[in-house]
Structure formats: structure tokens, C-alpha cells
């Protein structure tokens, strides 16, 4: 059983950044491949982001491509996403995923086992 908690959203301009967080409780989290999803008003769930347990391969939404940057630290069991140049559709419920199936980088949700509860992320314009 694994336990994500995000924390770090809030209220932010367009153009301004903000940084999102996940605590994973997960004994072995360093072999678990990890992701970022989110969810906007009457849309379904998509991805944003994941990254490899090494932490080499990162690929990206092309919507957030260039302006996100996920990342991982698996001394302390942590998730980020650095979020820089926010625009109004970035507005959503933000997810971090574990997938304790897989150690590569994965884009289909149905590859994570393991979901936070969500923080929500307001970009204003």
C-alpha cells in the first residue's frame, strides 16, 4: 500500500510559477515510476508529466512541455513539479500517480496503481 499526499497549491497570476509536491509513504519508492496528472472542470483526467525511478526520463505533456519541470528525490520519498510561465488553462485539480508496476516513465493512466487526492492549482488572468 502506498499513500501520496500533494501539497503546494493555491492561487497564482498567469505568467507567475508555483511548485506542487507529493510525500509518498512507500518503503521502496525509488523503484516505483511516478507521474503528474490533472483535472479541470467537466474534463476528464489527463496527463502532465512523469519520471522514470532513476529519474532520466522525464517526458511531458505538450501542452507543459518547456514551462513544467518534474522531478524526484527518492532519499526523502518526494515528488515535485516546478510549474513557471502559468497560464489560465493550467487551472485544475493536480494528482500525483505511483505505478509499482513500473520503474520506466508512463503516460496511460491506467499504468498507476496509486493516486493522491488532488490539490488545486488557480491560475487568474
Known amino acids: 500500500q502506498v499513500l501520496l499526499e500533494e501539497s503546494g497549491g493555491g492561487l497564482v497570476q498567469a505568467g507567475g510559477s508555483l511548485r506542487v509536491s507529493c510525500a509518498a509513504s512507500?518503503?521502496?519508492?525509488?523503484?516505483?515510476?511516478m507521474a503528474w496528472f490533472r483535472q479541470a472542470p467537466g474534463l476528464e483526467r489527463e496527463f502532465v508529466a512523469a519520471?522514470?525511478?532513476?529519474?532520466?526520463?522525464?517526458p511531458y505533456a505538450n501542452s507543459v512541455k518547456g514551462r513544467f519541470t518534474i522531478s524526484r528525490d527518492n532519499a526523502n520519498n518526494t515528488l515535485s513539479l516546478q510549474m513557471n510561465s502559468l497560464k489560465p488553462e493550467d487551472t485544475a485539480v493536480y494528482y500525483c500517480?505511483?505505478?509499482?508496476?513500473?520503474?520506466?516513465?508512463?503516460?496511460?493512466?491506467?499504468?498507476?496503481?496509486?493516486w493522491g487526492q488532488g490539490t488545486q492549482v488557480t491560475v487568474s488572468s
Open positions: 500517480a505511483a505505478a509499482e508496476s513500473l520503474v520506466a516513465a508512463s503516460k496511460r493512466e491506467t499504468d498507476y496503481e496509486y
Open positions: 512507500a518503503r521502496r519508492f525509488r523503484n516505483y515510476a
Open positions: 519520471i522514470s525511478w532513476s529519474g532520466d526520463s522525464t
